[in-house]
């Protein structure tokens, strides 16, 4: 039986369905899955360590899953667009790991409903 060495892992690009973590450096969810990726995920994720770069696009992770982020010493990358994280969850994820690249845009419903307006005002 061939042992493998015993340094850093190499970089895999993973496709993930839910719960399903083998040996990465790299987790991309491709999101959103009938069961999308949660905190408990993220949890068995975070206790694994070496991931260095998490795509959680269209995931259910929320607030509890801040810290768990904060405390991946190996990340450097996370993309949180289409999460349920709000604002304040993504300013604490930043002052805990002002080192970490975060991709978030937020998504205000209401902006939608203003631009209507604005151009109903303007007649157009």
């Known amino acids: 039986m061939e042992r493998r060495p015993q340094s850093q892992p190499s970089t895999i690009l993973l496709t993930l369905q839910k719960s399903l973590f083998p040996v990465i450096t790299n987790l991309q969810t491709n999101g ?11 949890r068995l994720v975070a206790e694994y360590g070496y991931v260095q ?16 982020l904060a405390d991946m010493k190996e990340l450097n990358t996370v993309d949180l667009d289409d999460t349920p994280l709000t604002y304040d969850d993504i300013e604490r994820l930043k002052e805990r790991r002002p080192d970490l690249v975060v991709h978030y845009t937020f998504k205000d419903p209401k902006i939608g409903e203003m631009i209507e307006e604005l151009l109903n005002r303007h007649g157009n």
């Open 32 to 42: 959103p899955f009938v069961n999308p990726i949660n905190d408990d995920d993220i």
């Open 53 to 68: 770069q998490l795509d959680l696009r269209g995931s259910a992770i929320t607030s509890a899953s801040v810290d768990l």
